[in-house]
């Protein structure tokens, strides 16, 4: 055998998942293994089914795919692009139309990663609640570390709490101060599969309260407006009698009672 005929041998064998009962061969770019295809967000997987002259169908998790006429006659092509987050564990089979008991399937495995931008500036006035988040969205799932000027923050001490919901990682104190908490943050996120943390760098800067200040001037300024305002329609209702009375015209023109 030639070198290229043991590596066509080797790239069938890594391509294909052949189930000799179900006389369907159904190959993968990239290549099947262990009945799965590993694929990335984005990119396009290539699935290539072959049996003998009969006629094909193709199912997504058990429902029909649209395929092109001519397409479904011994051998039988779909493509998956762009690949989705909806198509993890998305499972593709392909059977014999006359005969579903012929069929091969296989199941997609798609890895992504975190979507974060490198910097944030976040403002927040001096009390005032403070609230980063971070993309934690990604298969396999990753592990969360928040830190402040570069080191871990200590949930138990620090004042900050964490949630993560599997899409979001968010990091919130309850009341702000210049001293302890203005600085660089970071959400920094290891994955099993990619290398390279996902560093999401917060800027944070406290202002002074100036809404704050204007509204403590504003609300008494408001509530004294109101006050007088209420005052005066309570006077004037009080009045109201006295007041229509001047302004009907007197019945007979005597207003001296
Ligand atoms: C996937 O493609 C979309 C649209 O073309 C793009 O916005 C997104 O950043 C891409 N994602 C990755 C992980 O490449
Ligand atoms: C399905 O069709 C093929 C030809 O297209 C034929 O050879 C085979 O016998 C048929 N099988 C059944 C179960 O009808
Ligand atoms: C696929 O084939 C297997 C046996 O090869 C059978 O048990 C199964 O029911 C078939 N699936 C469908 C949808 O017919
Ligand atoms: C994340 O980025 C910040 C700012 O660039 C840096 O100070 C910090 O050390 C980085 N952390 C990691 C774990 O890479």
Redesign the pocket.
Known sequence: MTTSGTLGMFLLMLYSTTLPTSGLELLSEPAVSGGFVSTELNSTVSLTCVSEGTELEWLRNGHLIRVAEGNTQGTSRVCIWPVTHDDNAAIFTCQQKNDTSMNASVQLEVTYAPLNSV?EEVLVEETRELVMSCDVFANPPVSV?W?QH?APIDLSESGFQMTNDGITSRLRLGKVARAKHQG?Y?C?TTSPKYPT?N?K?FQVTVNDKTLQVQLDLIFPIIAGVVVIGLTTLLAVIARWKRITQCCKPAPNFDNSQ
């Open positions: 910097m570390l830190e570069g660089l970071s920094v943390p560093n760098s």
